[in-house]
């Protein structure tokens, strides 16, 4: 128990008691973003990693209970990051057998970003792709009680056509391997979920739904030229990135010109949106399909406003204080989406950001589900903080604060498949719990004002958690 964590609790043990231990949260106001109602004057009781109660007014007695007071504080569901690569590392080019290749080396990054990430209250992550065996040891070391860090649901390798080999992060399709053999190998090896990538044709993208979906594995998809339209249509159950890009999104007129005229990389994460006209068929047919066919969008925005405003670092590097070293130290080196702007690039992208909330909203309003992802471990998102900073910009394109407290906890825990056992403050539930200083729905910014946080009943001091140095892997 830390000192600070330890000021506010009272341990109350009749002698002889023989009952289990009860920890009991008591004077917090208890927000419930399922059913949007505020309860305060509340307490929690949590035995062995559980909630057993909530209640209102006076904690009941009980013996062998651990009081603690949270008077004045706020109380709500553990958030959930649905794209978070905890296991990935800097990148970097090497040259092997004289060919060049991306490594994603995994240095003393992991227990940073895990400690990082309950520090801020993100007690639950989707990890969208990382190399298999790295995801397995951080799982061992999270079960084995060497590490705290978030439960974690991962995808293996990213499967894709990616003209140079990235390793630890992607497997390509050869002459001798293909999706198919990709999706079984990694259902067999234990992935949660299957990511399949942009390069992949749109034979290849149904190949591997299918696969995926014969083993019972869910699908994510980070997209190009295969529309999310048609996506939706094939049985893909989560797109990531609000940058749906491909040509065929766009009225027919402006299809040759873009097609033509765009550029290579991370241009196209702007020059589409310049293209695009809303109230034309084509995206009104792809939101009404991605409503009808449920397909969560993991919209990440704030893993692209780094790159749109890539030349105004009070926006850049608001957040690297809270990033490993090592990371930092590879962005800045030149791994960046914005790698190669002109002045002309910025401003272009800044002039289409507008655009780019406008269908965050209307997707939602739509009913297209939808969930909170920052893509930790891409250019200048840093653990935990980042997740604040995406929903603020979900508020910021018109979604209801309510609406988007959902995305974050009850939502996340649906696309996971866990609504059961978390997401929720009710009896019954796991204890992952944030307790806030300040009102979130007064103001989002209060999500960084972390009191203290419940991972499965453990008791954690976010100051503590991030001043720990990381230890060895």
């Not at 990033?323 to 190669?340: E, I, S, T, Y």
């Not at 939808?370 to 930790?376: P, R, S």
């Not at 471990?377 to 394109?397: D, K, Q, T, V």
Request: hydrophobic letters at 40%; a negative charge.
């Amino acid at each position: 128990m830390t000192i600070a964590l330890a000021a506010a609790t009272l341990i109350l043990t009749p002698s002889g008691a023989q009952s289990p231990v009860r920890d009991l949260y008591y004077g917090v106001t208890i927000i419930d973003p399922a059913t949007e109602t505020v309860q305060p004057d509340s307490y929690i009781a949590v035995e062995a990693g559980q909630i057993v109660e909530v209640g209102r007014g006076q904690p009941p007695a009980a013996p062998n209970v651990r009081l603690h007071d949270y008077r004045g504080h706020f109380a709500m569901p553990g958030l959930i990051d649905t794209h978070a690569h905890v296991t990935l590392g800097p990148m970097r080019i090497e040259t092997e057998d004289g060919l060049k290749m991306v490594a994603a080396h995994r240095p003393d990054v992991v227990t940073h970003n895990a400690r990082h990430l309950l520090a801020f209250g993100v007690t639950t992550i989707r990890n969208p792709g990382g190399d298999m065996a790295a995801n397995q040891a951080y799982d061992t070391r999270i079960a084995a009680g060497l590490l705290d860090g978030p439960e974690a649901f991962h995808a293996g390798e990213v499967i894709d056509r990616s003209p140079i080999p990235i390793e630890g992060l992607v497997s390509r399709p050869g002459p001798d391997l293909s999706v198919s053999d990709i999706v079984r190998r990694q259902s067999t090896a234990g992935a949660d979920f299957i990511k399949l990538y942009t390069n992949l044709s749109e034979e290849e993208l149904k190949q591997g739904i299918d696969t995926a979906h014969a083993a019972n594995r869910k699908t994510i998809a980070h997209l190009s030229d295969v529309s999310w339209t048609r996506a939706a249509e094939i049985g893909i159950d989560s797109i990531v990135h609000m940058m749906p890009i491909s040509p065929d999104l766009l009225p027919e007129d402006r299809r040759m010109k873009y097609r033509k005229e765009r550029r290579e990389g991370f241009f196209q994460s702007f020059e589409w949106y310049e293209a695009a006209d809303f109230d034309a068929e084509p995206v009104r047919e792809m939101i009404e399909t991605l409503a009808r066919e449920k397909v969560f969008i993991d919209a990440t925005l704030v893993a692209f406003q780094p790159a749109f405003w890539g030349d105004r670092p009070e926006i850049r590097d608001r957040d690297l204080a809270f990033v490993h070293p090592d990371m930092a130290a590879n962005w800045q080196a030149g791994f960046r989406f914005d790698l190669g702007w002109k002045e002309q690039d910025y401003r272009r992208a800044q002039a289409v950001w507008p655009k780019v909330l406008s269908l965050t909203r209307w997707l939602h309003e739509a009913g297209v589900p939808m969930t909170i992802g920052t893509d930790l471990a891409n250019p200048f998102i840093a653990p935990g903080i980042s997740l604040s900073r995406e929903m603020e910009l979900h508020l910021e394109a018109g979604i209801p604060a309510w609406a988007v407290l959902r995305m974050a906890t009850v939502d996340g825990a649906r696309l996971l498949g866990i609504e059961g056992r978390t997401g929720r403050i009710k009896p019954g539930h796991e204890a992952d719990i944030l307790i806030l200083k300040a009102d979130p729905l007064a103001d989002f910014a209060n999500l960084r004002q972390v009191r203290a946080v419940l991972n499965n009943g453990k008791l954690l001091c976010p100051a503590e958690l991030r001043q720990a140095r990381a230890e060895p892997q």
